[in-house]
């Protein structure tokens, strides 16, 4: 994951309380054994934790220094000294304390457990898990137990052992530290979906505890990890939550409107930008993300003015020059990109991002040969930029070199495989040769897919090959899928009215043609709309 999610800072002492509790919890072996002590030693025992309750560690220490010269053998004065210890900062001799308790006590749980802990706190991993191991042996059912040797076994990278633990602890315990590691550890597996079950049981408990066990900075780190995964909706939780906390804080204000924007909030993100700027945070980074969201929002005509004030307010931005770039070439002024770029790449000559956005502009501008020079500078500068030879391909179909762009596309495959929209581009070439190459297509078509299940224009383009193909049926399910998908497909209904007929259910072919009569022109010809999302899964490919 490219955000680090972090656990969030459970106590690492899951037995011993606070002495602001009414009585630490003691060893099993401890209290067996002072049962069985001279009635002075429960006394002193009394007074000293007294002692302690009432912020009087001096006296306190006496008192069970006093029992252990009585009883040198006697647990439960040495876990009281222990914590005396560990509250005073003293790590060293808390670790001694507990491994005394832990030696004269072996067989309980509680004792091992506190051992773990002291060694934990004091760096010594592996030393502290054999503790917690053995802790956990003779009592499987310790939450803290559990907790701790969670902790060490995600610092040392085996998370699914980490999950298990924390889902054992979790079923013992309601805990927000917890829920929030079983998150985090979800993200880190690269698992959304199980991240979203188990966020949906953290915000439950945060909503039943003081918000402040967990930090704004937190919040944030765990926003944004979310937010990388594409959990927008949990994201927003977890981002507005920080926001109201520190408004100022410009970073998670641009975090919380992207995962607005990701949820196509489009509104609401803006709301979030604007209210910050009127609080007098104008950033670079707001200013740009304010730019992202108009023209998600299909607003490019806003955008580019608030990209030019984010590149005032951070001229050396190689990133806000490309996106102004890539702004004004999508609001059809590829002649301005062009003379932005140039003044770009007088500051950034070696750019391989600016070189391609000033292929793109010189494309759009009909420019093909200016834009095949710029491409290959983007690639003699980074050959790995897959993106160049797929629009170099892109170029050569639109010249009706079918041949050439099949090459610059499996160009672009060998650098680039896992690109769902380069596998599209080769299908759709292929299809165009001379005999049409029918397998070669399917196989790209059903790669495009393997990576992006969503992608619609595959999957029409799947349905148009089993139609050309005499595959009605496969056909069938794969326009059918499309429509249920995205209604407002024009080209869906249309090619889904052909198969009907060939399948021979003629009322439903009416109905898909009217369908599709009813449909704005915009809707039925998306040639162009097709090719700007094109160019815009290619740019997010690398950049």
Not at 221 to 242: D, P, R
Not at 269 to 278: F, N, R
Not at 498 to 505: F, H
């Amino acid at each position: 994951m490219g955000r680090f999610a972090r656990l969030p800072a459970i106590p690492i002492l899951g037995i011993i309380v606070s002495t602001g509790g009414t009585a630490y919890p003691l060893p099993a072996a401890a209290q067996s054994s002072t049962q069985t002590a001279s009635p002075n030693v429960h006394e002193v025992l009394a007074e000293g934790v007294a002692a302690m309750h009432r912020g009087d560690a001096p006296t306190a220490r006496r008192l069970f220094r006093h029992v252990l010269a009585v009883d040198p053998k006697n647990v439960t004065a040495r876990t009281y000294l222990g914590v005396l210890a560990d509250g005073a900062g003293d790590l060293a001799d808390a670790e001694r304390q507990f491994a005394v308790a832990a030696a004269v006590a072996p067989s309980s749980p509680e004792a091992r457990n506190n051992y773990g802990a002291a060694l934990l706190k004091e760096g010594k991993t592996d030393q502290a898990a054999k503790e917690f191991e053995a802790s956990l042996r003779l009592n499987p059912e310790q939450a803290g137990a559990l907790s701790n040797l969670a902790q060490i076994r995600f610092e040392s990278g085996d998370l699914r052992t980490a999950q298990s633990l924390f889902e054992k602890a979790a079923a013992l315990v309601s805990d927000v530290q917890v829920a929030h590691a079983l998150v985090v550890i979800s993200l880190r597996l690269h698992e959304p979906a199980e991240a979203a079950r188990k966020y949906s049981e953290y915000s439950a408990l945060l909503g039943r505890v003081s918000q402040n066990i967990v930090t704004p900075a937190g919040r944030t780190e765990l926003g944004a990890a979310l937010l990388e995964q594409g959990l927008a909706k949990e994201a927003s939780q977890e981002l507005l939550a920080a926001v109201e906390v520190e408004p100022a804080s410009a970073n998670e204000v641009v975090l919380l409107a992207r995962a607005y924007r990701g949820q196509k909030e489009f509104s609401q993100a803006e709301q979030t930008i604007k209210s910050a700027l009127a609080r007098g945070l104008e950033t670079a980074p707001l200013f740009a993300e304010l730019a992202e969201t108009e023209d998600a929002a299909g607003h490019v005509e806003d955008a580019i003015p608030a990209m030019r004030r984010a590149i005032q307010l951070e001229p050396t931005s190689e990133a806000y020059r490309f996106r102004y770039a890539m702004l004004l070439t999508d609001a059809n002024a590829p002649q301005a990109a062009v003379i932005r770029l140039k003044e770009a790449l007088d500051e950034f000559p070696k750019s391989s991002k600016l070189w391609f956005a000033m292929g793109l502009a010189q494309s759009k501008d009909n420019k093909k040969e200016a834009a095949i020079e710029a491409f290959e500078q983007c690639i003699a500068l980074d050959p790995q930029i897959s993106s160049a030879y797929a629009y170099m391909g892109i170029i050569e179909v639109d010249l009706g070199k079918i041949q050439e762009a099949v090459a610059f596309y499996r160009k672009a495959l060998a650098s680039d495989e896992h690109s769902a929209v380069t596998h599209y581009l080769i299908s759709r070439a292929l299809e165009r040769l001379t005999p049409p190459d029918d397998a070669g297509t399917e196989r790209h078509l059903r790669r495009a897919l393997e990576l992006d299940s969503g992608f619609q224009q595959a999957h029409v383009a799947l349905g148009k090959l089993f139609l050309r193909t005499n595959h009605f049926e496969g056909a069938a399910r794969e326009l059918e899928g499309v429509i249920r998908a995205d209604p407002k497909l024009g080209e869906a209904y249309y090619q889904l009215g052909r198969v009907y007929m060939r399948l021979k259910r003629k009322e439903e072919a009416q109905a898909m043609m009217a369908k599709f009569e009813q449909l704005s022109d915009a809707e039925k010809e998306q040639s162009e709309s097709e090719r700007r999302e094109i160019v815009r899964r290619l740019v997010n490919v690398r950049f």
